[in-house]
């Protein structure tokens, strides 16, 4: 794996983890769950499949954990090549959830795509080799807040030209977290839209980002991934302490579907992290019997970002 590579999956690792931390002592008048209709104590859960339309295998993959409800809310990478497959898809499921995985990143060593606006109105978004930053904290250094908030909407655009209604927006690889001028635009964008977004109450995060979070947002409670520490063979295990860690709020589960086969071989060649066997561990964890049965025993119960919006009170 590249030196930058590395670097970028370390970033958004990192900012997940952080985002695992309880936000109890943040003070408020009603919980997240009462927010949305349900008891102060339940243990609400997205499980979310990101990186549709980066490949046929994730696609395929992630089309059949929406379809077995394994996940209950997935994003597309707008720039990604296989897009029109994932706007089929979501013309014939109309019910699908499915937002947008707002891409301003491009991280793989012999697989890589530009932006969707022109690229001389976005400049800021390239490397010297013509394509989009392989890391996040190059968006942050590089990218002007204009030319981010011009890619998020033409991105956004495409999407509904396409048929493709999101549900809601979240970010590739955290992009739009390294400073708090692009999560400004990334929340703004989001509400002229009327679509709710990936936004978590982080202990020590920017006070200037978490004051752009308003009463009206549906803002998480924590977010779960797995990470490059976890040994394939320790994946099931790892992933039912995951469950087992829930705690009341709402919480997104954060997975990486696809097959090993072939195709997925080739396009992550030479990355140990968010590989095709990564994608396929996680894949046959959530669509596992064991894994539903790890949801009844927890309490858990499960949500779609489509619904949460009705459901604010």
């Not at 991280?107 to 976005?122: I, L, M």
Request: charged share 25%; aromatic share 8%.
């Amino acid at each position: 794996m590249s030196r930058r590579l590395r670097s970028a999956l370390r970033f958004f690792c990192a900012l997940l983890l952080s985002a695992s931390f309880s936000t109890s002592g943040h003070a408020q008048v009603k919980t997240t769950a009462e927010r949305l209709g349900y008891p102060p104590d339940a243990k609400l859960l997205i499980i979310h499949g990101d990186d549709l339309a980066v490949a046929h295998s994730v696609d395929l993959a992630t089309f059949k954990g929406l379809d077995e409800e394994a996940l209950s809310s997935a994003s597309v990478m707008v720039p990604c090549p296989w897009l029109p497959e994932v706007a089929a898809y979501a013309k014939d499921h109309p019910d699908a959830d499915i937002g947008i995985h707002l891409t301003l990143t491009s991280e793989w060593k012999s697989y890589r795509w530009g932006s969707v606006a022109p690229r001389d109105q976005v400049p800021g978004l390239f490397d010297a080799g013509g394509y989009l930053w392989p890391d996040a904290p190059s968006v942050g250094t590089h990218a002007k807040p204009e030319e981010v908030e011009r890619e998020i909407r033409a991105q956004i655009d495409r999407a509904l030209k396409l048929g493709i209604k999101p549900t809601h927006l979240d970010n590739h690889m955290g992009s739009v977290f390294t400073n708090p001028a692009l999560f400004a635009i990334f929340a703004k964008v989001a509400r002229e839209y009327g679509l709710p977004f990936l936004a978590v109450r982080i202990p020590g995060a920017p006070p200037q980002m978490l004051a752009q979070l308003t009463d009206r947002d549906i803002v998480l409670d924590s977010v779960i991934t797995a990470h490059e520490g976890v040994r394939p063979e320790e994946w099931r295990d790892f992933c039912a302490g995951l469950m087992r860690t829930v705690k009341p709020g709402l919480t997104e589960l954060i997975v990486h579907l696809g097959y090993d086969d072939a195709d997925l071989r080739a396009i992550t060649e030479g990355h140990s992290g968010w590989d095709a066997a990564w994608r396929q561990r996680d894949f046959d964890v959530v669509t596992s019997p064991e894994f539903k049965k790890l949801l009844q025993q927890n309490h858990i119960t499960v949500v779609r970002w489509r619904d949460l919006p009705k459901r604010v009170q």
